[in-house]
């Protein structure tokens, strides 16, 4: 079945700090893929997404590369900054399905 | 995208009695939305897909019985948790489906269980 794997957290970052967070998925065909970022005590938002292979999704400074041949997604940010700190979520939902499938989260902590 | 309301944000019930979530589309008329089900540091669990005018299709080992969930109309999908018990005490979130692909979310419901 479907199903997505992130790297477990919690990651703890300095200021101005590289971030990676990785996210392999297994699915048929061709997902669409996603990162979904939860603030503390707000709700999922769509951080970015990328629907076939070799799409580059960004936003906010961060990017994810769908990689087709080694089924990953993995989430990146050159400069983390405090307001960063949040859970992360990579999700993919199927060719064939509606409902997104979701990786268990990585929490980022970000101090000064 | 689409603004996702949910209420309220936190209930606190006890043991046996049944407690409704509204989820609400604030601009956008959603033929389809999602009811999750969130534990302490762990992922979403999708429970069922809601759609408006039929039932709700339910994901395995999900109670329909236990969890009714109504979508009567565009804007109002509907989660009922009946005869509730401690264990049922969860974080849970419905989202809104917009294109064929694009998911928005609720600030979810904090549920306790007494």
């Known amino acids: 079945g479907n199903s997505v794997t992130q790297m477990e957290g919690p990651v703890t970052l300095s200021e101005e700090a590289f971030l990676t967070i990785n996210c392999t998925y297994t699915a048929t065909g061709y997902p669409s893929l996603f990162w979904y970022v939860q603030y503390p005590g707000e709700g999922l938002q769509l951080l970015l997404k990328a629907t076939k292979a070799d799409d580059k999704g960004s936003n906010k400074g961060f990017e994810a590369t769908y990689r087709k041949e080694t089924t990953s997604f993995h989430l990146e940010k050159g400069s983390v900054q405090v307001s960063d700190s949040a859970v992360y979520f990579c999700a993919l939902i199927s060719q064939a399905g509606t409902a997104l499938i979701f990786g268990k989260g990585t929490t980022l902590s970000v101090s000064s | 995208g689409a603004v996702v309301s949910q209420h309220p944000s936190r209930v606190i019930c006890k043991s046996g009695t049944s407690v409704k979530i509204e989820c609400r589309s604030l601009d956008f008329q959603a033929t389809t939305m999602f009811w999750y089900r969130q534990f302490p540091k762990q992922s979403l669990m999708l429970m069922a897909t809601?759609?408006?005018?039929?039932?709700?299709?339910?994901e395995q080992g999900v109670e329909k019985d236990k969890f009714l969930i109504n979508h009567a109309s565009l804007t109002l999908s509907t989660l009922t948790v009946t005869s509730a018990h401690p264990e049922d005490s969860s974080f849970y979130i419905c989202?809104?489906?917009?294109?064929?692909?694009?998911?928005?979310f609720g600030p979810g419901t904090r549920l306790t269980v007494t």
């Open positions: 809601s759609n408006e005018g039929s039932k709700a299709t339910y």
């Open positions: 989202s809104v489906r917009e294109g064929v692909s694009e998911q928005y």
